[in-house]
């Protein structure tokens, strides 16, 4: 059952990345140290088989870069060895003149809470804390990066996937307890957000497999964190820190082990002050482009249900007493400024436990939490304490209130704390209490661990605040921000922050994407000229202020809201000159005038997601809003069936039928979403519907396709007058802050301009015009990391996504759903057929389905094909051989361009292929 050990040597080794930035700067000396337990005598803890799997697999991805020891020894073997200076060099080998840069500590075993692990010798058992402090006494390890990973139970809670189908597929066990399932108004949980300050010592960081209180899950392919490690450390397509490495194991884990069981385990990593680290991306020896992209990792601002979250908020908790009070509100201007963050201070720990717990809201994207306060740790066990009143408590106890079972409202989503100690504190007393929330689901959540999503900076020293605000400036002025996140800003806080005595500056992360700096810009917002009565942009403002937002009214929101507007103002001023003199209406005219409100787009260009935007701004003005998505809202067309006459009694039964009863009130807003959706029949009931809202100056905005905005303009003629917000191309300034924004990392502006002028040479610039197609650009594989764009595979990328969100958002259905194939297939070849007839002019023929304009590809008009998407048609020709390359030559220039483009680009993937 033990052995003493084995060194795993394969030849030179290569350097595993790069120090500080410079790729000179190549990593030295790198030692990898395995110490694993596969209890083969016991039957109940028997894990041979995966531990078996885990040293190989260990051995097989670092070999190339480290000498790799693996042992199975006794306890006081094994803690003699990392505190050994003698025992360590003649372990791996090291010559006098040697020292380890980075030594990667792997401890795969079973364990319980407070950081026991251990051995499968009788009674034995070593922990966390012994692991660091042997460490700390081995001088040549004083210098050197340790990588410690720790897969062993921290309790016996299951991290179940909360808001997730799978769950109803679970097999219960006696030897754990489900997540969900943990009685709510209690502390059981409230170790898994404990924070220590151990090891207290620069050039440690740990990442455990699960959070305090739960367990570390494991297969017979190996443990959870193994597996995820060396995919991860196979399939870099970019250099990364060591901290997005990390993030990435954690998004790893989530995505393809914890949701293909519907339960798994939250890792969680703990960051101490450390040399800045870069893995490069020579480690990768394969690459599968599907899973582990950048672009996938990032966090997304988008619901399970495809609804945009992109509401972020900012909670302060400060003493009335302390002496930081200019320094905060420079920091809160900041916030509000740079990242658009609704800020809300709080007088005591109470309010701000509710606001975070039970008074979020659905369209919430992230929350931010800053505590000022006095820091200190507890003697006996390290844990770290805030001065909140005249009380130290425990800051698990603020941590507590934004995950569950307190609360359901954060599942899924980042939720950043900032602890910034403050010499000062208030002299009234306000006692924490439990709130508690059942978990549920809606359009705007998302599914996850109860564990995960907490992002933790902790800052010691005397003059945190003021340091902090000079920290997050830098990055706002030096440009930092656009292509930073904030693991890596508070990373280099950390680096730059003073050490303490007592508490370390240290960052603890369970969120498992990487949170960018750069929050969504809302550019569908920003690229529309009106048209109608208002079209003009202090009409604008003004009407859309007086409608449904709110902006200008007076209120304290109104301005921090108003660079919005002004953005708005700046990007439609070209076009607005040629209407200033024609439309002059002073701001009181306009307060007492009604407009219903249409926003015309074709598919794929951003009108749902405008309209959503908006939507969002109307309900800080606290409107009733009801957004109906007619294309596929089984419950308002069954309302519709019922009540097709009064649209009050209609909106009333829908309401009825969502679980929502309540009476048709005088503050309502109502969003017709797709109104191209409804049939004939039932497009005629709801026009009458909308003429009576009209008439009773009912709030209404509508979206719909061009073709179809005439119908409701003639419906509503004498009636009411009618501005319609018409979506143009995003410019490129915006599609570049797009990318920005969703590729993220390192990637420099002048690569994203270059793809963008690469793409529009090939003739495909329509890719990057329409919003919806830029998202789906944005996550192609690899980007920014090839010599060129091979347009053929980008635009099957585009499409296969555009195939997805279509039958979901259309029919319902979801690439697992048994009928999605057949559809996929139908309209595909319908959609391929239409276009062959745009290439070649030729008339439509009377069995092909013309309904079909949700993919914004092309569309008929009477019996002719206009396309919406030159490059997805000749994608489509071209993918499904209806034109060969002698029609091409014959076509016109302005349509064969894209097509031998796409033909060449297609030509090099059947050699690459072959």
Not at 318 to 341: A, H, M, T, W
Not at 868 to 875: D, E, H, M, R
Request: proline share 2%; aromatic share 8%; glycine share 6%.
């Amino acid at each position: 059952m033990s052995h003493s050990g084995e060194l795993y040597e394969d030849g030179q080794k290569e350097s595993i990345g790069y120090w500080d930035g410079d790729p000179s700067e190549a990593v030295g000396v790198t030692c990898a140290l395995i110490v694993h337990y596969s209890f083969s005598e016991n039957t109940v803890l028997n894990r041979q088989k995966c531990d078996r799997n885990d040293v190989e697999k260990f051995k097989k991805h670092l070999g190339r870069y480290a000498r790799v020891f693996e042992t199975s020894e006794h306890k006081s073997d094994v803690l003699n060895l990392i505190s050994s200076e003698h025992r360590l060099r003649r372990t791996f080998n090291l010559r006098t003149d040697e020292e380890p840069e980075l030594l990667f500590l792997f401890i795969v075993t079973h364990g319980d809470k407070d950081g026991y692990m251990e051995t499968h010798f009788e009674h034995e058992y070593f922990t966390v804390n012994d692991v660091y402090e042997r460490l700390k006494q081995n001088r040549i390890l004083q210098n050197a990066l340790k990588l410690i990973f720790i897969s062993a139970c921290r309790g016996d809670i299951r991290d179940d996937i909360i808001q997730s189908m799978r769950n109803a597929n679970v097999v219960e066990s006696k030897n754990v307890v489900p997540s969900q399932t943990i009685e709510q108004g209690t502390d059981t949980n409230i170790n898994a957000v404990r924070v220590t300050a151990e090891p207290n010592r620069e050039n440690f960081i740990t990442m455990f497999a699960s959070v305090e209180g739960t367990v570390a899950l494991d297969s017979n392919e190996g443990s959870f964190i193994g597996e995820s490690f060396c995919a991860c450390l196979n399939s870099l397509e970019k250099d990364v820190s060591i901290v997005e490495f990390l993030t990435r194991i954690m998004f790893c884990i989530d995505r393809e082990l914890n949701r293909f069981y519907g339960y798994g385990e939250t890792p969680e990593v703990k960051i101490f002050k450390h040399r800045e680290l870069t893995i490069t991306k020579k480690v990768a020896e394969s690459y599968d482009p599907v899973h582990l992209t950048l672009s996938n990792v990032n966090y997304d601002w988008i619901s399970d249900k495809m609804k945009h979250i992109l509401k972020r908020k900012a909670h302060f908790y400060i003493s009335y007493q302390s002496k930081d009070g200019l320094n905060v509100s420079n920091l809160q201007d900041l916030l509000r400024s740079n990242f658009g963050l609704q800020v809300k201070q709080h007088d005591c720990l109470k309010t701000l436990a509710l606001s975070i717990s039970a008074k979020s809201e659905e369209e919430d994207g992230c929350v931010f939490i800053f505590i000022v306060a006095q820091l200190r740790t507890e003697e006996k066990t390290g844990e770290i304490f805030a001065k909140i009143d005249d009380e130290f408590i425990p800051i698990k106890r603020i941590l507590y209130t934004s995950i569950g079972p307190n609360t359901g409202n954060w599942i899924g989503k980042p939720k950043l704390f900032v602890f910034l100690n403050s010499s000062e504190a208030s002299t009234s007393r306000d006692n924490y209490y439990d709130v508690c929330q059942v978990y549920k689901e809606s359009d705007f959540t998302r599914s996850g661990t109860i564990h995960a999503g907490l992002l933790s900076l902790i800052l010691p020293q005397q003059n945190a605040v003021k340091f902090f605000n000079g920290e997050l400036e830098e990055y706002t002025k030096s440009g930092k921000m656009r292509t930073s996140t904030f693991q890596q800003f508070f990373t280099d806080v950390q680096r730059k922050a003073i050490n303490t005595f007592e508490i370390k500056p240290m960052v603890i992360s369970t969120l498992e994407m990487m949170l960018g700096m750069s929050f969504p810009c809302q550019t569908v917002a920003k690229n529309f000229i009106l048209t109608g009565v208002y079209n003009n942009v202090r009409v604008l403002r003004s009407a859309l202020s007086n409608m449904y937002i709110g902006f200008l009214r007076g209120s304290a929101r109104a301005a921090h809201s108003r660079p919005e507007i002004m953005a708005i103002e700046c990007m439609l001023a070209d076009s607005d000159q040629a209407h200033v003199g024609r439309v002059e209406k002073s701001i009181v005219e306009l307060k007492c005038e009604y407009t219903v409100f249409i926003i015309s787009a074709h598919a794929g260009w951003g009108a749902s997601a405008l309209t959503q935007i908006l939507t969002s701004r109307a309900s800080e003005e606290e409107r009733k809003i009801t957004n109906v998505n007619l294309s596929n809202d089984n419950e308002f067309y069954k309302a519709l069936n019922y009540c097709n006459k009064d649209y009050k009694a209609l909106f009333q039964q829908y309401w009825q039928l969502k679980g929502q009863p309540r009476p048709f009130g005088g503050n309502e807003l109502i969003v017709l979403d797709n109104l191209d959706g409804l049939r004939s029949a039932e497009l005629e009931s709801m026009l009458k519907m909308v003429r009576q809202m009209a008439k009773d100056r009912v709030c209404l905005m509508i979206s719909m396709w061009p073709k179809s905005e005439e119908i409701v303009e003639k419906s509503l003629q004498g009636i009411c007058p009618v501005t319609i917000v018409h979506i143009n191309h995003a410019s490129r300034e915006n599609q570049i802050a797009l990318l920005e924004s969703r590729i993220g990392g390192c990637v420099q502006r002048d690569a994203i301009e270059s793809i963008l002028e690469e793409i529009e040479r090939a003739g495909a610039g329509d890719l990057t015009e329409k919003i919806g197609s830029l998202e789906h650009l944005a996550t192609f594989p690899n980007l920014t990391g090839q010599e060129s764009v091979n347009i053929y595979a980008l635009s099957k990328h585009v499409f296969n996504l555009t195939v997805e969100m279509v039958l979901h958002r259309v029919i319902g259905l979801t690439p697992m759903s048994g009928k999605y194939q057949k559809y996929r297939k139908e309209h595909t070849k319908q959609l391929s057929i239409l276009s062959q007839s745009y290439f070649c002019d030729t008339p439509v023929k009377n069995d092909i389905e013309t309904n079909l304009e949700h993919y914004g590809i092309v569309r008929v008009l009477k019996s002719r094909v206009d396309v919406l998407s030159k490059t997805l048609a000749a994608y489509l020709c071209l993918s499904e051989g209806l034109i060969s390359l002698k029609q091409i030559r014959k076509m016109p220039h302005e349509k064969r361009k894209i097509l031998e483009s796409m033909w060449n680009d297609k030509e090099q993937l059947n050699e690459e292929s072959d």
